[in-house]
């Protein structure tokens, strides 16, 4: 079982940072893949980014690419989304995930644990 806390949103101006953080509760926390995800409204949710359970692998979606960045602490069971250079469309509820997939995946039904999601608001 895993558990996770997203914090960091906020409201922030167009090419402005913020960084995300969520926090993971569990003894396995290291053997998870974990995702970011965003859904804005009326939108579908959309793929991030993720980062493979060593933190070796990351992998971005194409409109974040150059901008955002994830890692993780293992130590502080802790996975971070740093985004910079953020533009209006970057505004949503930010989730992060946990899948047994070591790798990670960019299918959030490879996920089986959710946070309950921070929102981020860029204003033009």
């Known amino acids: 079982q895993v558990q996770l806390v997203e914090s960091g949103g906020g409201l922030v101006q167009a090419g402005g940072s913020l960084r995300l953080s969520c926090a993971a509760s569990?003894?396995?926390?290291?053997?998870?893949?974990m995702g970011w995800f965003r859904q804005a409204p009326g939108k579908e949710r959309e793929f991030v980014g993720l980062?493979?359970?060593?933190?070796?692998?990351?992998v971005y979606a194409d409109s974040v690419k150059g901008r955002f960045t994830i890692s993780r602490d293992n130590a502080k069971n802790t996975v971070y989304l740093q985004m910079r250079t953020l533009k209006p469309e970057d505004t949503a509820v930010y989730y992060c995930?946990?899948?047994?997939?070591?790798?990670?995946?960019?299918?959030?039904?490879?996920?089986?644990?959710w946070g309950q999601g921070t929102q981020v608001t860029v204003s033009s």
């Open positions: 995930a946990a899948t047994p997939l070591g790798a990670g995946s960019t299918r959030g039904q490879s996920y089986d644990y």
């Open positions: 569990g003894r396995t926390f290291s053997r998870y893949g």
């Open positions: 980062v493979s359970w060593s933190g070796g692998t990351t």
